[in-house]
């Protein structure tokens, strides 16, 4: 069993009398984590927003009803809550009426599961996002220098828990879980149907990351317009396929003001959208991968270690350009991504003029751990 990096806080944030919200994409483990805490505890009531009786459970719901099916239970787990309606209402009956009882609720949906419980629930819950593997959990698991020999193999298959713990499977359970799980929620967000049109938006991201996309060029490749490419990537985020990542601008007037990226949360996703999983030792978009990898573990990591910053990246009009920023407490780091250490690289001038005080740092494999532990 692969010890979580939310295993902490899950159990620090119930003993602190809150609510607890674990938001993430479906098959990142939530559920596994939760009955590895409480699957032996005969105190804890499982259920799960995905069965149609829950869902009906919930519909017309009071206070005495809820009572007399939690028991005398101590801990209430509502898995994929999203899909119940009005839930942020119900657990608050639940926080209200039966104030006892810990209460965790996870979604695949942010939108459909944060939106609904920030009000109903304001000042009595706990967020937390969980994702695929990081790093930082794998160095754990098995030693640094393990991982770091992983490297290649995690950016063509990923780190989603059941493809890490199957080798030799990897191919098959990616196609699965982007033909299936990919689309589940996205689809029931706005009950629309899997188009070839969002097949090939997908497909057009994977191509461009790491570099700026433009909706309307998007929406050129894909048979849609501007906005609808704008929704559909809104609702990917939402359901934690991908995110964007905008541009950082303050001093110079030649400074990219609007642009954006589009990164992936997982490299395996990424790759079985376009079918390549080709290995990384041969692949003309390694460098697109590696930074790909490095950005999203990034996030994985402020997350789990309550890293708060905001993030850019950083271009100019005459191209020249900066990977990431993050600024925290008025600070400001730039990193740039080379898979080849070797690699030549010149720390645009015009940036550090602009922002003295800032510095920067060159990732690549073999320093990675100074980015992400």
């Not at 003001?257 to 376009?274: C, H, L, P, T, V």
Request: charged share 25%; hydrophobic share 35%; with cysteine.
């Amino acid at each position: 069993m692969i010890t979580r990096a939310l295993t902490g806080r899950i159990m620090a944030g119930l003993n602190g009398g809150k609510a607890v919200i674990i938001l993430g994409p479906r098959q990142v483990g939530k559920t596994t984590l939760l009955k590895d805490l409480f699957g032996n505890d005969s105190g804890t009531l499982f259920l799960s927003g995905d069965e149609q009786d829950v869902r009906q459970l919930f519909q017309n719901i009071t206070s005495t009803r809820l009572k007399a099916v939690i028991g005398d239970k101590q801990t209430l787990i509502i898995d994929e809550a999203q899909r119940i309606d009005d839930i942020g209402l119900k657990l608050k009956l639940i926080a209200d009426y039966i104030p006892e009882v810990r209460l965790i609720a996870t979604g695949s949906s942010s939108f459909e599961l944060a939106s609904k419980v920030n009000e109903p629930l304001t000042g009595r819950k706990w967020e937390y996002r969980m994702y695929p593997l990081s790093f930082g959990e794998m160095v754990k698991e098995h030693g640094l220098l393990e991982e770091k020999r992983l490297i290649p193999h995690r950016l063509v298959y990923g780190s989603y828990p059941e493809v890490v713990t199957h080798p030799g499977q990897e191919k098959d359970l990616l196609m699965m879980l982007s033909d299936s799980y990919l689309y589940k929620d996205i689809l029931l967000l706005d009950n629309i149907k899997k188009s070839s049109g969002l097949t090939t938006l997908l497909q057009a991201l994977a191509y461009q990351v790491g570099s700026q996309v433009s909706y309307n060029e998007l929406g050129q490749t894909c048979g849609m317009d501007a906005k609808t490419v704008e929704k559909y990537i809104t609702l990917l985020e939402q359901c934690f396929v991908v995110f964007r990542l905008g541009s950082f601008s303050r001093n110079l007037r030649n400074e990219l003001k609007s642009s954006k990226k589009i990164y992936f949360y997982d490299n395996g996703i990424r790759n079985a959208i376009i079918a390549d999983f080709s290995q990384a030792e041969s692949r003309r978009d390694i460098g697109a991968l590696w930074e790909n990898y490095a950005i999203s573990e990034r996030v994985k990591q402020n997350a789990y270690t309550c890293h708060w910053c905001n993030s850019w990246f950083w271009r100019t009009k005459e191209q020249s350009e900066i990977d990431y920023i993050e600024e925290s407490d008025g600070n400001l780091s730039a990193f740039e991504f080379k898979w080849n250490p070797g690699a030549r690289h010149r720390t645009p001038s015009s940036f550090l003029k602009a922002y003295p005080g800032s510095n920067l740092k060159v990732i690549t494999p073999y320093n990675i751990e100074d980015f992400l532990l």
